[in-house]
Nanobody, 127 residues
Framework: QVQLVESGGGLVQAGGSLRLSCAAS????????MGWARQAPGKERDSVAG????????HYVESVKGRFTIYRDNAKNTVYLQMDTLKPEDTAVYYC????????????????????WGQGTQVTVSS
């Protein structure tokens, strides 16, 4: 079983950037497709980006395409989310998640595929 810990959240002005990190322990991240999801107050948790086990395939929700980049370093057991050109509507708690899929090409696109979750990190974008 894998444990996930997010970091890198904070307060940033619109147009700014943040990089979120998700450090894993307990098992190699190479066994998992990974992703980031977010939840704003009063809303459901939605997938933002996903990445395959080897990092060669990615998926993004339409609203973040061209602004966010998900990547991973399996040697460091860490997944990242680079967020650029941030907007106030990106404000949410961001969660790292792991999908223990046996398919090395699989990229989770919705939250129901994830079995393991971190505790979340707050991202606030001011206008």
């Amino acid at each position: 079983q894998v444990q996930l810990v997010e970091s890198g959240g904070g307060l940033v002005q619109a147009g700014g950037s943040l990089r979120l990190s998700c450090a894993a322990s307990g098992r190699s991240l190479s066994y998992y497709a990974m992703g980031w999801a977010r939840q704003a107050p009063g809303k459901e948790r939605d997938s933002v980006a996903g990445i395959s086990r080897m990092g060669d395939r990615t998926h993004y929700v339409e609203s973040v395409k061209g602004r966010f980049t998900i990547y991973r370093d399996n040697a460091k057991n860490t997944v990242y989310l680079q967020m650029d050109t941030l907007k106030p509507e990106d404000t949410a708690v961001y969660y790292c998640a792991a999908d223990p899929t046996s398919n090395i090409w699989s990229v989770p696109a919705v939250v129901r595929y994830y079995d393991y979750w971190g505790q979340g990190t707050q991202v606030t974008v001011s206008s």
